[in-house]
């Protein structure tokens, strides 16, 4: 058994520990809630322009025919070369949040090269980088310090690269990966298909009320203005979202990480107790046998 002074330094160790887990848990459990609560509102617009998308692009189709349709909107089932692009956390301490990401990451990315299609991964967050960047994985594009900090103009930067390549024809879709919140206990995987923008989901009526009665002339002009805000904000709040599953995630987890800590601290206590008992019970039998031999 362990002397008394070793067990009392663990004792000392496991408590501070859990001190700061208990104190990650709650400067977690604040971030989270400005960040749920910017998510929440970032949600609200993305479904809007989401919306407005959709509909400008299903009327604009009517009026065009397939050899003037905005690249963005032309389906692409056999691609040749794919962008990745997948968010991930700048820090750890958060359970298994990051590598959730990843492992759907590499199932992507193994499951596309097993049909000979070219894969590029794009990642933000550096937990992502390095993991990919110890597995000798070439990144097309990486940036190690936009999720901690979520930044439109540096998201816009960032996504920017990936649609000049599709654009200019060096990729047939872009595809984007993050670990979302869900709940306060619950993240979920999401998986979007940023390009070609699928226009599966319309459906709006022939005879629905719309705002938009009045079309400019240069149809093509304001879809792709629109298309570039859609995907422009739909990569910040891929940001946002990732953000606030994040905190979620590391509540939870030093949440658990203080629980055990705290049985950790009993377990020693006990241990610490009957170390404690046996050393008097030793110095009692030592001065029995001192005071009988004396006799």
């Not at 299903?58 to 025919?65: A, E, F, I, M």
């Not at 090269?113 to 994985?137: H, P, T």
């Not at 990732?242 to 206590?269: D, G, I």
């Amino acid at each position: 058994m362990a002397n008394l002074k070793e067990i009392k330094l663990k004792i000392g160790s496991v408590s501070n520990t859990q001190k700061t887990t208990k104190a990650m848990k709650l400067v977690s459990s604040a971030k989270l809630t400005r960040t749920r609560q910017l998510s929440e509102q970032a949600r609200s617009y993305a479904s809007k322009i989401n919306e407005v998308l959709s509909e400008i692009a299903n009327r604009v189709s009517k009026v065009q025919d397939e050899a003037n349709v905005s690249k963005a909107f032309v389906p692409n089932n056999n691609p040749k070369t794919i962008d990745i692009v997948f968010v991930t956390a700048d820090k750890g301490l958060c359970g298994g949040f990051n590598m959730a990401t990843i492992k759907t990451v590499s199932r992507l990315k193994a499951d596309y090269e097993s049909k000979g299609i070219n894969v590029r991964l794009r990642a933000a967050g550096r937990k992502g980088v390095d993991f990919f960047s110890f597995q000798k994985v070439d990144l097309s594009q990486k940036v190690s310090d936009l999720t901690s900090a979520p930044d439109y103009d540096r998201a816009c930067d960032f996504i920017d690269e990936a649609v000049k390549d599709f654009n200019n024809g060096l990729t047939d879709k872009v595809i984007l990966v993050y670990n979302g919140f869900l709940n306060m206990l619950t993240q979920e995987i999401r998986v979007r298909e940023l390009l070609p923008v699928s226009l599966d989901d319309v459906t709006l009526a022939e005879n629905e009320t719309s705002m938009l009665d009045i079309e400019p002339d240069d149809d093509g002009e304001v879809l792709n203005e629109l298309t570039e805000k859609y995907i422009d904000f739909n990569m910040y709040y891929s940001l946002i979202d990732s953000l606030a599953a994040e905190h979620s995630a590391r509540m939870q987890a030093m949440e658990a990480a203080t629980k055990n800590a705290k049985e950790r601290v009993e377990t020693l206590t006990i241990e610490y107790n009957k170390a404690r008992q046996a050393a008097i019970t030793t110095e009692l039998i030592e001065i029995i046998s001192g005071v009988e031999s004396l006799k």
